[in-house]
């Protein structure tokens, strides 16, 4: 805020301290957890302070619900692109942290009935895009398969990945 002027720093301290609860209740509305709510309220008033001097700030609760709105929702649809629910990664998160003999040789044999029947190439997929990172483009193009290739072997190794949590 530095090269903001006094007035301007006031206004916006002054829209924070009066929004903030309402951006924060839309937050958890839709995302449903404390943490990402939390960073949302701060994503929402940093994008209006960096268009601070471009917005029209009339309204503030209308801006600030529908700004709250659109970053929750491309919250939401960028975690469904990285293909995790949370009950899944959970379950692979446990597998990869395994620390001891015995959970190491747990993992192993999960891993190893997982990819029993799959082709090597969904276990490359599987560590470029859930270990790695990797979006789905970019895993598509590093494996020579489009899109919703990636995305259909990614669903399959989900679902048999809830079936042996079933088990």
Request: proline share 2%.
């Amino acid at each position: 805020m530095e090269r903001k002027s006094p007035a301007d720093r006031m206004a916006f301290s002054k829209l924070y301290e009066a929004y903030a609860p309402m951006v924060f209740r839309r937050a958890m509305m839709l995302l449903r957890d404390v943490t990402e709510a939390e960073d949302m309220v701060q994503n929402v008033f940093l994008r209006v302070f960096e268009r601070w001097d471009s917005l029209d700030v009339s309204q503030p609760s209308s801006l600030l619900w529908n700004t709250a709105t659109r970053l929750c929702l491309n919250r939401i649809r960028d975690k469904k692109r990285r293909g995790l629910d949370c009950d899944t990664s959970e379950l692979l998160l446990s597998i990869a942290c395994a620390d001891d003999d015995e959970g190491e040789k747990e993992a192993r044999g999960i891993l190893a009935k997982l990819f029993s029947r799959e082709p090597e190439s969904s276990r490359t997929i599987a560590v470029l895009h859930f270990v790695d990172g990797m979006t789905l483009e970019e895993t598509a193009r590093e494996v020579g398969l489009s899109v919703s290739g990636v995305r259909k072997r990614l669903r399959g190794l989900q679902a048999k990945v809830k079936n042996l949590e079933v088990k």
